[in-house]
């Protein structure tokens, strides 16, 4: 199993910069690829971005260019360092791997960008 924690949301203004961090209760060295997922209310949780264990990246279109996603693995560690917020980034944040024919979540943590 894997037990993923995230941390660093919160209220930020637009224009301003996050960095969310999720910790990984294991080694992610081998795991394939982690993700930062993000949801609203009333809609499909929708992927942000993932980092695969080569260290290769891909992101949604909406964050391209803003949004970095990076990882630790002496730390098992996973960042999504995200500039340039806009109110359209306002959503809850999850960490998640597939990992051994199964998905794990994280709790989530609340980004809210406003004035």
């Known amino acids: 199993q894997v037990q993923l924690v995230e941390s660093g949301g919160g209220l930020v203004q637009p224009g301003g910069s996050l960095r969310l961090s999720c910790a990984a209760s294991?080694?992610?060295?081998?795991?394939?690829?982690m993700d930062w997922y993000r949801q609203v209310p009333g809609k499909e949780r929708e992927l942000v971005a993932t980092i695969f264990s080569n260290g290769n990246t891909n992101y949604a279109d909406s964050v391209k260019g803003r949004f970095t996603i990076s990882k630790d693995n002496a730390k098992n560690m996973v960042y999504l360092q995200m500039n340039s917020l806009k109110s359209a980034d306002t959503a809850v944040y999850y960490c998640h791997t597939y990992w051994l024919t199964n998905n794990y979540w994280g709790q989530g943590t609340q980004v809210t960008v406003s004035s």
């Open positions: 294991r080694s992610i060295f081998s795991i394939n690829a």
